[in-house]
């Protein structure tokens, strides 16, 4: 099963605290994603005269992911740095997936809110989503990544292959050839 961290609020004093975990990758156990072990997280924690909690952190997360282009498992590390303000009160009207980009940019500067329960604080959760958040939307192993070829499935980052260039269609050429199959029709 999944392994969670929480901590509890009750165990926050006055003063704040900071934690450290020196493995997170259990949290990962059992999802998509593969997580290095010794993958670390640091937390600061404090109360608020409102009784909200005040949390900064930042994860350091080494995962093996796939290139997109030549398909091979690479390593990735994945740094975050984070600041949230944890709360029991909803406030606030429901999100609005219409106006909350514009919204977002207003109050970039603050803090995001985040509810929880006001008994234990879910850092466990906040890590994995601050690892999404910080994921590549294009995963290759090096910039410059040639991919493989797309006839004979040759690594082109090692060897060059025999094939025959195959022409590249863009968009708007594929549209020109509809048009004219549309035309032949009639
Ligand atoms: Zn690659
Ligand atoms: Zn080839």
Redesign the pocket.
């Known amino acids: 099963m999944k392994k969670k961290i929480y901590i509890p609020v009750e165990d926050i004093p006055e003063e704040g605290v900071t934690v450290f975990y020196d493995d997170i990758s259990q949290l990962w156990e059992g999802s998509e994603y593969r997580i290095e072990p010794f993958s670390r997280a640091e937390i600061q924690l404090h109360k608020t005269a409102d009784n909200d909690i005040c949390l900064d952190g930042k994860i350091t997360v080494s995962t093996i992911l796939i290139?997109?282009?030549?398909?091979?498992p690479?390593k990735q590390d994945i740094d975050a740095a984070f600041s949230y303000l944890l709360t029991t009160k909803k406030t606030g009207k429901e999100p609005n997936p219409l106006t909350d980009e514009a919204e977002f940019e207003v109050k970039a500067n603050d803090d995001e809110s985040y509810l929880f329960d006001g008994i234990n604080i879910p850092v466990g959760d906040i890590f994995m989503e601050q690892f999404e958040l910080q994921l590549p939307i294009s995963k290759?192993?090096?910039e410059e990544?040639?991919?493989l070829c797309p006839a004979c499935g040759a690594d082109l980052?090692k060897e060059t292959c025999n094939c025959k260039k195959t022409a590249f269609f863009t968009p708007f050429e594929v549209l020109k050839n509809l048009k004219i199959q549309e035309k032949s029709k009639k």
């Open positions: 290139c997109d282009k030549c398909l091979f690479f290759l192993c090096k990544c040639k991919g980052n």
